[in-house]
């Protein structure tokens, strides 16, 4: 019988596709209470589940790197994979706090955008991340990797009209300070999601 001479741990793929599963289902959350602006507590509650139940996976993923020798991919890529994944959902829950602590009346349509173009982010990394484990799948995770960074461009744009609307359409300074934080949230969930996407295409160039 033949063992090969670098093994491969599995787990890693389990649990990073579990970890984009888990974002998806954030996405999908923060869309909901952007677009049904109803119970907003419970939602908002949701999310922060969401969240815990991210940080409980990256950190059994920082704990298989700790405790393995031979790891399926770069370690530091691993560790960089794991943490951008964290940010993205850090940020939708501190955007969907923010809302609730500062008793938003209704979102914006500016916030509606954001939030769907995270969800958007969060469908194609979860599309990515399940071709990991597949080598001669590696080069195919680009086309999601473009997709992630065009939505990322989209919410760039959409956040700075987002900021200017605050100043132009002379809304209170209250509004504005409130605002100008959940929409920071929101379009740093966008860039994290885009970080993930810029570690998924050096996995590409040294593995595939």
Partial sequence: MRFPLIPRNYRFYDLFEKSAHNLVAAGEQLLD?????????????????????????????????????VVPLDREDLTALAQHMDDVVDFMEGASTAMHIYRVQRPTAAARGLADLIRLQTVELEKAVLKLRHRSQLKSMLEHTVEIHRLENAADALFLDAMAELFFDEVSPV?????????DQLERATDSAEDVGTVLEGIVIKHA
Avoid: C, P, S
């Fill in 33 to 69: 209470l952007m677009e049904h602006y109803e119970n907003v507590e419970m939602k908002t509650a949701r999310l922060k589940e969401l969240e815990r139940a991210g940080d409980t996976i990256i950190h059994e993923i920082t704990a298989q790197l700790h405790k393995t020798f």
């Fill in 175 to 183: 509004e504005i300070i409130k605002w100008r934080e959940i929409y």
